[in-house]
């Protein structure tokens, strides 16, 4: 296996092409690390809630078990301090804001998502009157959003070794968390596979762990 840091860059068409078709065929697993607000009950979980657009001035996305698409993410808890949390976020597949939209919906939302984590500005919601100029938008201050992608894991398209590459975090999760090292990314991966032929874990089809309204 080889560990490489911080980024994947295709040097030519050829690589281009097969790299997509990996990502196509969902070849490459992916890991994420979020900053919830909370602590879930759960040390793990199983998302499966469909997701779909909001239709409104924003573009947000939701869950919408009627007309939305598949969605499955994988979630871990590994760390909790004070009112924060960490979770380790493993997407199945591609939708947009899959992450945030299923944290959201377990009521765990990502700490400075301005659009899951609270509620909409009243002039951007479904059918009332224009959003904010982009000056204006500007000028609110928020916090960096506590979501970061941590690693990559597939086979190398030519030689078949294992390729895990993966992104420094030690700057990040110190903004939140005092005293606490980066976890072993290399197992991460092999918790996962557990997770994923586990009969035991607990799955959800709604959206999440606790019942809450939709964002739209």
């Known amino acids: 296996e080889m560990c490489i840091r911080d980024r994947l860059l295709a040097k030519n068409r050829s690589a281009i092409v097969k790299l997509s078709q990996l990502f196509s065929d969902q070849q490459i697993k992916k890991f994420y690390v979020c900053i919830v607000y909370g602590r879930p009950p759960l040390e793990a979980w199983k998302c499966t809630a469909p997701i779909g657009p909001c239709n409104d001035l924003d573009h947000r996305m939701k869950v919408d078990p009627q007309e939305g698409q598949e969605s499955v993410t ?3 808890r590994l760390h909790s301090s004070g009112k924060l949390s960490l979770i380790l976020a493993a997407p199945q597949t591609g939708r ?3 992450i945030r939209v299923h944290l959201s919906s377990s009521g765990y939302g990502i700490m400075g998502d301005a659009l899951y984590s609270t509620p909409p500005p009243k002039s951007t919601a479904k059918g009332t009157a224009k959003s904010l100029p982009r000056r204006e938008e500007k000028k609110k201050v928020q ?13 190398h398209p030519n030689h078949g070794k294992t390729i895990i590459i993966e992104a420094e975090l030690s700057r990040f999760l110190s903004r939140y968390f005092q005293k606490y090292s980066v976890p072993d990314l290399y197992q991460s991966f092999k918790d ?3 997770l994923e032929q586990s009969s035991e874990l607990f799955t959800t089809d709604t959206g999440g762990l606790h019942k809450t309204d939709s964002p739209c």
Do not use: E, S, V
């Open 192 to 194: 996962l596979q557990d």
């Open 143 to 155: 916090p960096d959003l506590g979501l970061r992608a941590w690693g990559l894991r597939f086979r």
């Open 74 to 76: 994988y979630f871990k």
């Open 96 to 98: 947009t804001h899959q």
